[in-house]
């Protein structure tokens, strides 16, 4: 079985900061990994996703994460916030055999990120 | 690039009512999802479908069935629809003709029970 945690609901940066969403999953067997964004009033972006290869994952709007097998995580990092990133993030997995034959996906409970002026 | 279209972006209803959610893609994707969406809990599988006419219940499939006529078109259906039923609901859909492809997603419909 999968499952997925998000480290804090809410993050706030100041416009310019550092980004990091913090992502850890549970997967007994290889996982794919991806990040999801939801601006308001839309469905789900995808932003990036780790299937195989590279563990360092670059990603659309400037965002990478690194897969991080020993650590169990999927962190979502930006090196400097804009305003527009106000949104909210969802990272999610699935086991590679069980992606490939039906495309189930476990998200997390997202967190919402907010950038100050 | 993949257009999920949700026909309606709010709809509000009565308790006890049947309720249908449609969602239509239109690039020829085996597998349709639908989730719905509450704060704190993340994104839920009620019900997805890898083929026309062939549907498997999700994580949250009670008070929910589900319809798969054409390949482009998956729909949600309300039985007798109740106020823990307000929410945001998504679809999405995917290729399996290509292994690690993502899921893409409709705009929500918000469903306001009363």
């Known amino acids: 079985a999968q499952s997925v945690t998000q480290l804090g609901s809410h993050v706030s940066v100041s416009e310019g900061a550092l980004v990091l969403l913090r992502c850890n999953y549970s997967?007994?067997?290889?996982?794919?990994l991806f990040w999801y964004v939801q601006y308001p009033n839309q469905g789900l972006q995808l932003l990036l996703k780790?299937?195989?290869?590279?563990?360092l994952v670059k990603g659309i709007n400037g965002f990478e994460a690194e897969f991080k097998k020993s650590e169990t995580s999927f962190h979502l990092t930006k090196p400097s916030a804009h305003m527009s990133d106000a949104a909210e993030y969802f990272c999610?997995?699935?086991?590679?055999?069980?992606?490939?034959?039906?495309?189930?996906?476990?998200f997390g409970q997202g967190t919402e990120l907010s950038v100050k002026p | 690039d993949v257009k999920v279209t949700q026909s309606s972006r709010y709809l509000v209803k009565r308790t006890g009512e049947k309720v249908f959610l449609e969602c239509v893609q239109d690039?020829?994707?085996?597998?349709m999802f639908w989730y719905r969406q509450d704060p704190g809990l993340g994104l839920r599988l009620i019900y997805f479908?890898?083929?026309?006419?062939?549907?498997e219940k999700g994580d949250i499939p009670e008070g929910y069935s589900v319809s798969r006529e054409k390949k482009e078109r998956f729909s949600l259906i309300l039985e007798s629809a109740s106020t823990n039923q307000t929410s945001m609901y998504l679809c999405?859909?995917?290729?399996?003709?290509?292994?690690?492809?993502?899921?893409?997603f409709g705009d929500g419909t918000r469903l306001s029970i009363l």
């Open positions: 999405a859909s995917r290729s399996t003709g290509i292994r690690d492809q993502p899921q893409h």
């Open positions: 997967s007994s067997v290889p996982p794919y």
């Open positions: 780790y299937t195989t290869g590279a563990t």
């Open positions: 999610a997995v699935s086991a590679k055999t069980h992606y490939n034959q039906g495309g189930k996906l476990i």
């Open positions: 690039m020829d994707h085996e597998n």
């Open positions: 479908s890898y083929d026309v006419k062939m549907k």
